[in-house]
């Protein structure tokens, strides 16, 4: 397996443009999850997915962040419009749900947005 | 609310020492409690995991954490460290829930 592939790996864009970061999880992990990771707040979930349904979204920082999960083998994060705050390096991760590797998440390389 | 403290931002070890890194957890009920390692520009990798049994509990790369429920700690070791095992180090806490708690993360740097 390719493990979780995030897209782009790095993105810089100007304030107040649209951002949209791409994952596709491992094929049969039902569980999907998006995290932000900066030096000032360290790891955050923002959200999370378990059959493509939204659980926990308390995590998004505001309405500016949004996630959907259109099928099992996609997710995107938008943000809109960007702002200089919201660089950071965006991971993805998917988990199964079988009990044998249960709770234990795999990572994508991550996104590394940067907004000037 | 589920928390992870890791008390050490920053260590720094000579290659071939020993190394323990620190992990406090708060959660009501039994843990899940892992450890994953982060190299620079890269996503976090599984190195081991605790669910039950036996509170010691071996990874790869040769780490291996002791769970101790009475300290509500779960401390990484290694006997004898790497240069290639530079990287953060961070620890995590799963619940019920459904999510994962990280703490803070710890860097480790080595010297030859």
């Known amino acids: 397996d390719a493990g979780v592939i995030q897209s782009p790996r790095h993105e810089v864009t100007e304030m107040g443009q649209e951002v949209t970061l791409r994952c596709k999880p491992i094929?049969?992990?039902?569980?999907l999850f998006w995290y932000r990771q900066t030096m000032m707040r360290g790891l955050e979930l923002l959200i999370y997915?378990?059959?493509?349904?939204?659980?926990?979204d308390s995590g998004m920082p505001e309405d500016r962040f949004s996630a959907k999960m259109p099928n099992a083998s996609f997710s995107t994060l938008k943000i809109q419009p960007s702002e200089p705050r919201d660089s950071a390096v965006y991971f993805c991760?998917?988990?199964?749900?079988?009990?044998?590797?249960?709770?234990?998440?795999?990572f994508g390389a991550g996104s590394r947005l940067t907004v000037l | 609310a589920q928390s992870v403290t890791q008390p050490d931002i920053h260590i720094t070890v000579s290659e071939g020492a020993s190394l323990e890194l620190r992990c406090n957890y708060s959660?009501?009920?039994?843990?899940?409690l892992f450890w994953y390692v982060q190299s620079p520009g890269q996503g976090l990798q599984l190195l081991l995991k605790?669910?039950?049994?036996?509170?010691l509990v071996q990874g790869i790369k040769g780490f291996e954490a002791e769970f101790k429920r009475s300290q509500s700690s779960f401390n990484l070791r290694k006997p004898s460290v790497h240069w290639s095992d530079a990287a953060e180090y961070f620890c995590a806490v799963y619940t019920n829930a459904g999510k994962s708690t990280f703490g803070d993360g710890t860097t480790l740097t080595v010297k030859p």
């Open positions: 094929s049969g992990h039902n569980s």
């Open positions: 997915f378990n059959n493509n349904v939204p659980i926990d």
């Open positions: 991760a998917s988990r199964t749900g079988s009990v044998s590797g249960a709770n234990v998440l795999t």
């Open positions: 959660y009501g009920a039994t843990p899940y």
């Open positions: 605790y669910f039950s049994g036996d509170t």
